[in-house]
């Protein structure tokens, strides 16, 4: 097994992040390091709080986690380090922005949707019951009926009186 020294990991790892974002498959055939190694390198990478994309070149396609984490990379920068990250990493100030309001308000959709689950199943758990009284209603009433036809006929049986009168 072949030991490496922390900067040449370093300058790997630095491959797979922006603006480089280079494949596993690549940087493998690049540099002659296995692709299990890579990725073990590349989970590490993402353990340590570095954002490791996928390949993609595209940040919008990168994953909600990756750009999660440059909004918390860029969260304490001032205007002029933010312009200076973004050049460094191949990115665009207005995608972090968006990137990070996306996340601001990620939970108000989901309060807003719950609220909205929640008037449903109350609704709907109004409806079941009513539902089920009405089918207790009905059942009795079926119920009732079928025993004065019973009775009827024990009656015709026992007085022997003729249904046609």
Same mark, same amino acid.
């Given at each position: 097994? !072949?030991?490496?020294? *922390?900067?040449?990991?370093?300058?790997?790892? *630095?491959?797979?992040?922006?603006?480089?974002?280079? &494949?596993? #498959?690549?940087?493998?055939?690049?540099?002659?390091?296995?692709?299990?190694?890579?990725?073990?390198?590349?989970?590490? !990478?993402?353990?340590?709080?570095?954002?490791?994309?996928?390949?993609?070149?595209?940040?919008?396609?990168? %994953? %909600?986690?990756?750009?999660?984490?440059?909004?918390?990379?860029? !969260?304490?920068?001032?205007? &002029?380090?933010?312009?200076?990250? /973004?050049?460094?990493?191949?990115?665009?100030?207005?995608?972090?922005?968006?990137?990070?309001? !996306? /996340?601001?308000?990620?939970?108000?959709?989901?309060?807003?949707?719950?609220?909205?689950? &929640?008037?449903?199943?109350?609704?709907?758990?109004?409806?079941?019951?009513?539902?089920?009284?009405?089918?207790?209603?009905?059942?009795? #009433?079926? #119920?009732?009926?079928?025993?004065?036809?019973?009775?009827?006929?024990?009656?015709?049986?026992?007085?022997?009186?003729?249904?046609?009168?």
């Amino acid at each position: 097994m !072949a030991r490496y020294d *922390k900067e040449f990991k370093y300058k790997v790892k *630095k491959m797979m992040m922006p603006p480089s974002n280079k &494949s596993v #498959a690549s940087i493998s055939k690049e540099t002659g390091i296995s692709e299990n190694t890579l990725y073990k390198w590349k989970r590490e !990478a993402k353990k340590e709080g570095f954002v490791v994309t996928d390949g993609e070149n595209n940040s919008e396609k990168w %994953s %909600s986690e990756d750009k999660f984490q440059i909004v918390l990379e860029t !969260a304490s920068l001032n205007e &002029s380090e933010l312009s200076t990250y /973004c050049r460094e990493k191949g990115l665009y100030v207005e995608q972090i922005e968006a990137w990070k309001n !996306a /996340c601001m308000t990620a939970n108000g959709g989901l309060a807003d949707e719950a609220a909205r689950l &929640s008037k449903e199943l109350r609704d709907r758990d109004k409806e079941n019951k009513q539902v089920k009284k009405e089918l207790a209603r009905k059942e009795s #009433a079926l #119920a009732e009926t079928a025993a004065l036809l019973v009775l009827r006929k024990k009656m015709h049986a026992i007085w022997g009186e003729n249904e046609e009168e």
